[in-house]
């Protein structure tokens, strides 16, 4: 089975203090950046997974600098090119699905990682939360919220689903 990279969202968010002076570390997954500026996999995994896609979007409403948008299956994406980081959307967003770090404006470029770079991958795990980002030989697994984000990494994430609001 082909090794993946498995990021835990939760253990991101459990970081103590990471609103304050220290950003957590940025893994950076460079296929998937190309076209605007450099984004964390957590930012890319919090819109495919953690975001409710709500159809009018406040989030994209509220952005003083057009930098949200919907692609066509109604994944949010940010140019980061043109974010002012107001945190306009963090706030406005009625599940808080936004971590507000992702928004810095001025992120330190030395805090990013690329994952597919086996040293890289190595720092970017040593300054991660403990167990956050691990090697692991899985494939996709829903039942335990286990999720492909792409070919190289897998998401645990507590995925909301339609089916949620049936079963309460
Ligand atoms: S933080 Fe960036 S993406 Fe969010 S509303 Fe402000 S400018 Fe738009
Ligand atoms: S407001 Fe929040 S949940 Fe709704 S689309 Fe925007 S980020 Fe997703």
């Not at 890289?120 to 492909?148: H, Q, W």
Request: contains cysteine; negative net charge.
């Amino acid at each position: 089975m082909t090794k993946k990279i498995l990021i835990d969202l939760e253990k991101f968010r459990s970081i103590p203090g990471k609103r304050g002076d220290e950003s957590p570390p940025e893994g950076l997954y460079k296929p998937s950046v190309k076209q605007n500026g450099l984004k964390s996999i957590r930012e890319l995994a919090v819109f495919n997974m953690t975001c409710r896609n709500c159809v009018d979007a406040p989030c994209v409403a509220v952005c003083p600098a057009d930098a949200l948008e919907k692609d066509p299956q109604g994944v949010i994406s940010r140019s980061t090119n043109l974010c002012v980081s107001c945190k306009s959307c963090v706030v406005i967003c009625p599940f808080g699905t936004m971590m507000s770090d992702f928004f810095e404006y001025h992120r330190d470029k030395d805090n990013y990682y690329d994952v597919l770079n086996e040293h890289e991958l190595e720092l970017f795990i040593k300054r991660s939360p403990k167990g956050a980002v691990e090697v692991v030989e899985l494939e996709e697994d829903p039942e335990n919220e286990i999720y492909s984000l792409n070919k190289h990494i897998l998401v645990r994430e507590h995925k909301w689903k339609t089916e949620n609001l049936k079963s309460n």
